[in-house]
Nanobody, 123 residues
Framework: QVQLVESGGGLVQAGGSLRLSCAAS????????VGWFRQAPGKEREFVAA????????DYADSVKGRFTISRDNAKNTVYLQMNSLIPEDTAVYYC????????????????WGQGTQVTVSS
């Protein structure tokens, strides 16, 4: 069992940056792979980025590749999503999710979810 809380969302102008945090509480955070997903109005939840248990492996959606960076600090029980060069299409509620296995890109692959944090990018 792990509990996740996202933070760091907000309203930024296009071209700006945000860093989202996913704070986890659980017995052993390092056993969980973590993914970031987002859901924009009228759209299904989509994969953004994921990181393996150790942090050695990462994966990104094509739409954010080169702009977003996922990282983790297991000592702090936290996963981060650094978002640079933001564009209006990035506007969505961002969720972090965890699974006790290797990273996955599908929402159904994750067992634990946070409540989400709103990211709004203005033109």
């Amino acid at each position: 069992q792990v509990q996740l809380v996202e933070s760091g969302g907000g309203l930024v102008q296009a071209g700006g940056s945000l860093r989202l945090s996913c704070a986890a509480s659980g017995r052993t955070f390092s056993r969980y792979a973590v993914g970031w997903f987002r859901q924009a109005p009228g759209k299904e939840r989509e994969f953004v980025a994921a990181i393996s248990r150790s942090g050695s492996n990462t994966d990104y959606a094509d739409s954010v590749k080169g702009r977003f960076t996922i990282s983790r600090d297991n000592a702090k029980n936290t996963v981060y999503l650094q978002m640079n060069s933001l564009i209006p299409e990035d506007t969505a509620v961002y969720y972090c999710a965890a699974r006790n296995y290797a990273l996955a890109t599908m929402p159904l692959g994750y067992d634990y979810w946070g409540q989400g944090t709103q990211v709004t990018v203005s033109s």
